[in-house]
């Protein structure tokens, strides 16, 4: 459904309407229309009519969103003129996903243990819960098919736990497939060639539509959940109540009443004792399992270009490693039974 505001011209005199937050602030004699930017869309067009209850003809297409506040556009004027409206373009959000709008995340005073930070954002829409097994033997079945290799088939405890035992290399290719998958452009690229096979350092077209790793800034201003400056995506401390994690006394701020592997779900065998997906309370926007259970790639490099950010934490580590600000690195052809990921897109 689209939002719409409607401005009457008069000869000399303009009669704006209120939608939402969308107002057309001015239209003068020469055409040059003015109207405010609103949230969650991306784009404008501007119709025309000879009157209210004519129809409306599309005289400009897709105006991009700027994110300067308003935007300028001209009309074209004629002396048949009557009224213009101006329609938005909201933004699709993909099944399973979450919308992070646009913003900074910061504080000057120290982030207990990890000092200031200041996380800034573009919108991006982000996986609400870890990828789960069953995702990834969808996708991963559907890219054999089309000219994919991985390292490893990938593993989890059952269809709704995290698929683990994936490495860097995995992850990103399997974004590229789920983005060819549902017909969106893959981000990921070698040599000017959509990265399908072996282990090579892509590069990320950030603007494409298609699915990547988060960066790490994106993944911490998305674990924090609004709030700054806590440790954990809800507050200080941490309980099995709130997170799948190995809680231990050494940490003031682990004030589990259970200790050591979480008891829901320690089977008593040699791991993983990972948490079905989405199974504790969402953080501020909507994600799920941002401190524990696995811990999940990102998209920079570590200390060296073998090695690649993980952060959240897992379920055999301890509470210091789920904090938002805690970061991490592994190999990049490291597949272990504590790490998975989830994906962004634009």
């Not at 401005?7 to 057309?24: N, S, T």
């Not at 909201?90 to 900074?104: D, H, K, N, Q, W």
Request: net charge negative; charged share 20%.
């Amino acid at each position: 459904m689209k939002k719409i505001v409607l401005a009457g011209l008069v000869f000399c005199g303009l009669v704006g309407v209120q939608a939402e937050d969308l107002v057309i602030q001015s239209l003068d004699r020469n055409g040059q229309l003015i109207f405010n930017e609103v949230p969650y869309v991306v784009g404008y067009h501007v119709e025309q009519a000879s009157s209210l209850m004519g129809s409306w003809d599309r005289i400009i297409d897709n105006i991009p969103h700027s994110g300067m506040g308003a935007i300028t556009s001209s009309v074209p004027m004629t002396a048949s003129t009557g009224f213009f409206r101006v329609a938005t373009v909201p933004r699709s959000v993909p099944s399973g996903m979450v919308e992070i709008l646009a913003g900074t995340n910061n504080v000057t005073n120290p982030d207990p243990e990890l000092g200031s930070y200041s996380l800034t954002v573009d919108r991006f829409c982000m996986d609400a819960n870890e990828v789960s097994r069953s995702n990834w033997s969808d996708v991963y079945n559907w890219a054999g098919l089309n000219g994919y290799t991985f390292d490893n088939v990938g593993s989890g405890r059952d269809s709704y736990y995290p698929v683990e035992r994936v490495n860097w290399y995995d992850c990103v290719k399997w974004c590229n497939a789920r983005s060819e998958m549902e017909g969106k452009t893959p981000c990921y690229t070698v040599g000017g060639s959509i990265y399908r096979t072996g282990q090579s350092s892509p590069v990320c077209d950030f603007a494409a539509d298609g699915y990547r790793l988060p960066t790490y800034i994106e993944w911490e201003y998305a674990a924090r959940g609004g709030p700054s400056g806590k440790r954990f995506p809800w507050g200080d401390t941490i309980t099995h109540d709130q997170a799948n994690y190995y809680s231990d006394s050494q940490f003031d701020y682990d004030i589990s009443t259970s200790r050591e592997f979480h008891l829901a779900f320690d089977d008593g065998g040699a791991g993983p004792y990972t948490s079905p997906v989405g199974y504790f309370s969402p953080n501020g926007y909507g994600l799920y399992d941002m401190a524990g259970n696995v811990w999940e790639w990102c998209w920079e490099e570590g200390n060296t270009s073998s090695e690649r950010i993980v952060l959240g934490g897992g379920w055999n580590f301890l509470a210091d490693t789920a904090r938002c600000g805690a970061i991490y690195v592994d190999d990049t052809d490291s597949a272990t039974y504590h790490t998975g990921f989830r994906t962004v897109c634009r």
